[in-house]
């Protein structure tokens, strides 16, 4: 890994100081510069000792009742009443929800789940169809001017921008046909997300009053998301942008969208010249419990951890290393930019879709690792049971709601350290076979 190499020799002798470090210490033949820091043989380096936290009394929070609604049109009186005793435009409110009918559907999709957990090579396939890539080729070529201005003002990767614009709607051409105000008012009537869908319905209000969504540009996707990159209403009223200078932030305008969801990147924290992940090798004697914890980059190194392509980073940027199909799949280091690309979607699929994506757009090569196809999911039945089973042998996995997350992962990679297994985390049948008989 071309990690600035003098970072990888300068980290262990940093973790040595304060023991006998003059021996690594010794091994830097000049000054090395960390940041702003330069650290040479004979520099002192003090370690003020870390003050004890002040550990304060835990407080249950009161959980609030949610309302029940004998019908529809009692949520809909309710919900008016309290809009317009906040301040709202009550001939907006009453036209809205006048626009309003119960969609069970919208109901059945939010609460609905998968038979079968999807490997991560089958979303990669579809983000990076022949179809999708193609298309996308010819939208990013005839947007490239505007992008590149994006990424001047924004900091974020041109390409990031189509790949995301490419996933959410097919590059506009996909924008959703499900009525907005229908969707946002089911899911609040509904109850399990009431706070979330009453406050994307008085954020559509908004944008509504000010002329920046028309009233006959009112159909989406069946959660709520708007135009041409699917914006939810509030966060298009916090992030969107006029990006083609009419006075007007309209998610259906592809400008618009496409500048929106390069400020929205940015204001969520895009570190600029910093690609989403890197593919790396780990060493055969490399320490798997590592995995998917965040490190900074001279950390890895340290460890072995070795980019594929010559790469320069900081030493002290914070990374994750992250096995998306286990020891037999493709390496990653992923950086603070693909937690950015979750926001619109908190999955890492679906970050690294858009990453490869926006790499297939750039005319860059994808994975050089091939996937463990062979290997096959569990069904949502069998995550559940496997989520009881570890949290009763003493693996807590916060739950059984049969989706195998974060917490799931990480209970399964401790139990895999402790019974003989390499532990990646990856849960399949073949791995997850000698825990529990299906």
């Known amino acids: 890994m071309i990690l600035k190499k003098q970072y990888i020799a300068l980290f262990p002798a940093l973790v040595m100081v304060g023991c006998t470090s003059q021996q690594a210490m010794q091994k830097t033949n000049k000054p090395v510069r960390q940041g702003n820091v330069q650290i040479t043989q004979n520099q002192t380096i003090k370690v003020k000792p870390t003050p004890k936290p002040v550990v304060k009394p835990v407080v249950k929070p009161q959980t609030t009742p949610k309302p029940s609604y004998g019908s529809f049109s009692d949520w809909k009186s309710d919900f008016s009443t309290r809009a317009m005793s906040s301040g709202y435009d009550a001939q907006t409110i009453r036209r809205l929800l006048d626009s309003a009918y119960l969609n069970q559907q919208v109901i059945s999709l939010d609460s609905g789940q998968p038979e079968f957990s999807k490997m991560p090579w089958e979303y990669v396939d579809s983000a990076v169809s022949d179809g999708r890539v193609s298309t996308g080729k010819r939208k990013f070529a005839e947007q490239r001017s505007f992008l590149s201005q994006l990424e001047s003002q924004y900091g974020v990767n041109a390409e990031i921008i189509a790949a995301i614009w490419g996933m959410e709607s097919s590059y506009g051409a996909v924008t ?5 105000p229908s969707s946002l008012a089911s899911l609040a009537y509904d109850g399990r997300r009431q706070k979330f869908a009453e406050t994307q319905l008085l954020s559509l209000a908004t944008l509504l009053q000010r002329g920046d969504v028309s009233w006959s540009q009112l159909d989406g996707s069946w959660a709520g998301g708007m135009g041409q990159t699917q914006f939810i209403p509030d966060t298009w009223l916090q992030h ?10 309209n998610p259906w305008s592809t400008s618009d969208a496409l500048a929106s969801t390069a400020n929205y990147l940015s204001n ?3 570190v600029r010249g910093l690609a989403p992940f890197y593919e790396a090798t780990v060493p055969t004697s490399f320490d798997y419990s590592a995995v998917g914890t965040k490190q900074p980059a001279a950390r890895w190194a340290a460890m072995g951890v070795d980019t594929i392509a010559d790469v320069y980073l900081d030493a002290n940027t914070e990374m994750e290393l992250w096995l998306p199909a286990g020891k037999d799949g493709p390496v990653l280091l992923l950086s603070p930019n693909f937690d950015v690309i979750k926001v ?3 999955s890492s699929s679906y970050a690294l879709g858009v990453s490869l994506l926006g790499k297939a757009l750039a005319g860059q090569g994808g994975l050089q690792k091939s996937w463990p196809r062979y290997e096959r999911p569990l069904s949502t039945n069998q995550v559940r049971n496997l989520q009881q089973r570890l949290t009763n042998s003493g693996y807590d996995t916060k739950g059984a709601d049969g989706i195998v997350g974060t917490n799931t992962r990480k209970a399964f990679q ?4 402790d019974n003989g297994q390499t532990p990646d985390g990856f849960i399949t049948q073949r791995s997850a076979s000698s825990l529990a008989s299906w």
């Open 344 to 346: 619109y979607n908190n």
């Open 268 to 270: 969520s924290g895009w």
């Open 414 to 417: 401790r139990w895999q350290a």
């Open 176 to 180: 959703g046909n499900s009525s907005i």
């Open 240 to 249: 969107g942008v006029d990006g083609d200078g009419n006075g007007h932030r």
